[in-house]
């Protein structure tokens, strides 16, 4: 499958459950969940190591709330990246939560996932 060649409400359609179990995964300190559609090559010690290490010293990586408003999609040359306004259960405000979506292999995997 071919993410850039998707409209934005099938690549919608891919992306939520796929930032739900992130966000799941993050809120659990559960690694698998979390790393789960990452492509194996980054599913590293180290990368678990530094991921586990942001949860620690970043409260908001774990209190990220079910709630989150879809604000759109920007293409790349090679990946899309999804765009939600996200919410925590322990930091005020409103956030960011960027999702960055790549075929690889013929699989849509996620090669990057941001919160600001």
């Not at 293409?75 to 999804?82: A, G, H, T």
């Amino acid at each position: 499958m071919n993410i850039l060649t998707k409209s934005d409400s099938e690549i919608l359609n891919i992306a939520e459950p796929i930032w739900d179990d992130i966000v799941k995964g993050a809120n659990g300190k559960n690694w698998d969940l979390f790393s789960k559609h990452m492509p194996e090559t980054d599913q590293t010690d180290e990368a678990k190591q530094d991921v586990e290490n942001q949860w620690e010293q970043v409260p908001l990586l774990t209190s990220l709330t079910d709630k989150k408003e879809f604000v759109g999609i920007l293409r790349r040359k090679d990946s899309v990246l999804v765009l939600w306004r996200q919410w925590s259960s322990k930091e005020d405000g409103e956030f960011l939560g960027t999702l960055n979506l790549q075929s690889i292999n013929s699989e849509v995997k996620s090669i990057g996932m941001f919160i600001s």
